[in-house]
């Protein structure tokens, strides 16, 4: 991979002068990950990249599934990784959580109303490490207070880590303590880490942990602590947190709490999250201790963290009330006997203190880099052509043969390292366009961290794909274009390809490809502010759309002729909505739209000043719909994909009362957001990706209509 990863020798001593500069940095690092630049000159122009060196090589495909979640703190997965992590534990795949801090705050573990004790941060981290064991032994369904096989793991560099691991039922969950102190001597934190040459960290020693002895971090030793992980555990999934997460202005209306300044999240979430993908592209580049083995086969999710309480609520109360018991399990109680000296939970977040708390956290979860995994098309045999993101490379599957079912071996594209979600089209001419948002560089310790849009396409139809072409981003400052949302594109048959964007500024952007496939500028098209995740389309009369959820309404952008600019054009008396909204076009040029309102398990399809109720079709999540063609050629009845309740695939034929959603006898759990492919009349397909990292198909077939 083309990425800037350099880094001093860690638990290198640091000469005076470097520990001088290092002092002098330290305060301005720490708010530098969110501050507004103003007046900043433009960032430079990226160039154009060749394929990764590695992009030809076959992805190695011979591990069973698991899911690596990496975390700042004790609880961040109960509160913005859940529930997909829990319906991927209830699947059947085995689960590894890393906490990269010791959690240990100031030290203080109270429950509310009771009287303030004595400061013993080794005692806290204990606690918290206890209330992880008791929400996770709940999630596997066995006593919480069963007891844990406890031990020393060895990692690179001389680091020591604690481990816990428990199985039942053929299922497992290992928990992996670094325990870097939150506050390390000299007053360092972990954003100093990722940004301050020469910074180096300490753990503490948890009450009752088997690890005796501290370990020292210099940057560079988490991001090969972290790669070490991943090549002894050879994860399928990767979560992590947000690396950048939205600015936010704190005010009256939006107190800052414990937000970081200037952003949407906690001060150590981010610089996790940074070291994370670091490692996920030293790894996935051959960096790892595995030197020589095949690109490992991995997708990758990001989640939103304190962004939870800024924007309205997305999950029902089932699926809430599903975290709380988690996380309940992990706040426990003074009064359990848990069999732990140091504590049985974070008192905190005990008992209903979740669901009362007014900040929220608990009651949505948000993917950073929302958008389908993987992007379906159609090639001209009719077979099923997917485009992902694989090891942090683009990737691109071939149905084994048109309505097999059943994918080839993954074709590797390079571009990486990638965001999880990447766009996929079909210009006029039948040549095949991807753009996917791409970490330009993660250097850290004040060295380059930027971001750019960049595009692959077909020299012709069906043939070989040129390089690599950066787009850059619409934002000529790079700590903004570090903001900029995930891509979604639309081909138009005049030969363009509309690219659309969320900015910093939590608007919308657009860069048009012309029919010769020259890219024209980055334009503005304004609107109050939108959630990332935007649905695009084409009506009957082949003008483009596109919508997104914002804070009061559905937010809409148009062309009033085919071929015209694109521009805000408002819907009127449409809800508040709290997913993304799915799009289908009306057959009087309009477009209805499909989507749940905050906290609402039932969606209402919204079209020609009617809401209807689509009551049969509870779950969570955004949903797609799509009109069903009748034998005559005349729009039939509406399709819908979406999640059920348990985090399961389901789709509806119809919005009669008499529908019913259909499930795949394969039980399907879906890493991130599948995909719809429209086929002939009422052949559809759906596309999505296992917790294996392997992409599937399923062909649901009608049963009930309307």
């Known amino acids: 991979?083309?990425?800037?990863?350099?880094?001093?020798?860690?638990?290198?001593?640091?000469?005076r002068r470097q520990a001088l500069a290092a002092l002098a940095a330290l305060t301005a690092a720490t708010t530098a990950a969110c501050s507004r630049s103003s007046g900043a000159s433009p960032a430079p122009t990226i160039p154009a990249r060749p394929l990764s060196p590695r992009a030809a090589e076959s992805f190695a495909g011979e591990e069973n599934a698991l899911l690596l979640q990496i975390l700042a703190h004790p609880d961040d997965d109960l509160y913005f990784m859940n529930p997909d992590a829990e319906h991927m534990l209830t699947a059947g795949v085995p689960v590894v959580c890393v906490y990269v801090t010791a959690g240990e705050a100031a030290g203080?573990?109270?429950?509310?109303?009771?009287?303030?004790?004595?400061?013993?941060?080794?005692?806290?981290?204990?606690?918290?490490?206890?209330?992880?064991?008791?929400?996770?032994?709940q999630m596997l369904g066995v006593d919480r207070f069963t007891r844990w096989e406890r031990s020393v793991l060895e990692l690179p560099r001389g680091v020591t880590a604690e481990t816990n691991v428990l199985a039942s039922g053929g299922r497992s969950v290992r928990l992996i303590f670094l325990n870097i102190a939150m506050l390390s001597a000299g007053q360092v934190r972990i954003p100093q880490l990722w940004d301050v040459p020469g910074i180096v960290m300490r753990t503490l020693v948890a009450t009752g942990s088997p690890v005796r002895t501290p370990s020292t971090y210099g940057h560079q030793t988490l991001v090969d602590v972290l790669v070490g992980i991943m090549d002894r555990y050879r994860p399928t999934v990767i979560h992590t947190l947000d690396p950048d997460p939205d600015f936010q202005v704190h005010d009256a209306t939006h107190p800052r709490d414990n937000d970081q300044p200037g952003c949407s999240d906690h001060r150590d979430h981010t610089p996790v999250a940074l070291f994370?993908?670091?490692?996920?592209?030293?790894?996935?580049?051959?960096?790892?201790?595995?030197?020589?083995?095949?690109?490992?086969?991995?997708?990758?999710?990001?989640?939103?963290?304190?962004?939870?309480?800024?924007?309205?609520?997305?999950?029902?109360?089932?699926?809430?009330?599903?975290?709380?018991?988690?996380?309940?399990?992990?706040?426990?109680?003074?009064?359990?006997?848990?069999?732990?000296?140091?504590?049985?939970?974070?008192?905190?977040?005990?008992?209903?203190?979740?669901l009362t708390n007014r900040k929220g956290w608990i009651r949505s979860t948000h993917y950073r880099y929302p958008g389908a995994l993987p992007t379906p098309l159609a090639d001209r045999d009719g077979a099923v052509v997917a485009y992902g993101v694989l090891g942090a490379q683009a990737v691109r599957w071939r149905e084994t043969a048109p309505g097999s079912g059943r994918f080839g071996a993954p074709r590797g594209l390079g571009g990486g390292p990638l965001a999880p979600a990447l766009c996929a089209v079909r210009d006029s001419r039948g040549r095949e366009v991807l753009i996917a948002l791409r970490f330009s560089a993660l250097d850290g310790q004040g060295g380059a961290n930027t971001r750019e849009l960049v595009a692959l396409e077909q020299h012709t139809p069906g043939g070989q794909f040129r390089a690599w072409t950066g787009l850059g981003t619409p934002e000529g400052d790079p700590e903004r274009g570090r903001r900029v949302g995930c891509p979604t594109a639309v081909a138009t048959p005049d030969g363009q390809v509309h690219l659309f964007v969320r900015t910093?500024?939590?608007?919308?952007?657009?860069?048009?490809?012309?029919?010769?496939?020259?890219?024209?500028?980055?334009?503005?098209?304004?609107?109050?502010?939108?959630?990332?995740?935007?649905?695009?389309?084409?009506?009957?009369?082949?003008?483009?759309?596109?919508?997104?959820?914002?804070?009061?309404?559905?937010?809409?952008?148009?062309?009033?002729?085919?071929?015209?600019?694109?521009?805000?054009?408002?819907?009127?008396?449409?809800?508040?909505?709290?997913?993304?909204?799915?799009?289908?076009?009306?057959?009087?040029?309009?477009?209805?739209?499909?989507?749940?309102?905050?906290?609402?398990?039932?969606?209402?399809?919204?079209?020609?000043g009617a809401d209807l109720p689509l009551r049969q079709f509870e779950g969570y999540g955004p949903v797609t719909a799509h009109a069903l063609a009748t034998s005559g050629g005349r729009q039939g009845p509406l399709l819908l994909l979406g999640r059920g309740l348990d985090g399961e695939v389901q789709?509806?034929?119809?919005?009669?009362?008499?529908?019913?959603?259909?499930?795949?006898?394969?039980?399907?759990?879906?890493?991130?957001?599948?995909?719809?492919?429209?086929?002939?009349?009422?052949?559809?397909?759906?596309?999505?990706m296992s917790p294996g990292s392997t992409p599937w198909i399923w062909h649901p077939r009608p049963t009930s209509r309307a």
């Open 651 to 688: 789709v509806q034929y119809g919005t009669s009362p008499g529908a019913r959603p259909l499930r795949s006898a394969s039980r399907l759990v879906p890493v991130g957001t599948p995909a719809l492919l429209p086929g002939e009349g009422e052949q559809v397909r759906v596309v999505g």
């Open 108 to 137: 203080i573990n109270r429950e509310a109303g009771t009287p303030l004790p004595h400061v013993d941060k080794a005692a806290y981290s204990s606690a918290r490490h206890q209330g992880l064991r008791q929400a996770y032994a």
């Open 276 to 354: 994370a993908w670091k490692a996920i592209a030293q790894w996935a580049d051959g960096g790892g201790p595995g030197r020589g083995r095949r690109a490992p086969r991995f997708t990758t999710t990001s989640f939103r963290g304190y962004y939870n309480q800024r924007w309205p609520h997305n999950l029902p109360p089932a699926v809430v009330a599903q975290k709380a018991r988690a996380v309940a399990a992990y706040g426990g109680s003074p009064l359990w006997n848990c069999g732990n000296q140091a504590g049985c939970g974070d008192y905190g977040q005990g008992g209903t203190r979740p």
């Open 504 to 608: 910093a500024d939590k608007g919308l952007a657009t860069r048009v490809r012309d029919a010769a496939g020259r890219w024209g500028p980055w334009e503005r098209l304004g609107g109050a502010e939108i959630q990332d995740g935007l649905t695009v389309l084409l009506d009957q009369q082949a003008r483009v759309h596109v919508v997104a959820a914002g804070r009061d309404t559905v937010h809409h952008w148009a062309q009033d002729r085919p071929g015209g600019p694109v521009a805000l054009r408002p819907l009127a008396g449409l809800p508040l909505p709290g997913v993304q909204p799915g799009a289908v076009p009306a057959p009087d040029g309009s477009i209805a739209l499909v989507y749940r309102s905050p906290a609402d398990p039932v969606p209402y399809l919204h079209g020609n």
């Open 1 to 15: 991979m083309n990425i800037r990863t350099s880094s001093p020798a860690a638990g290198h001593k640091p000469s």
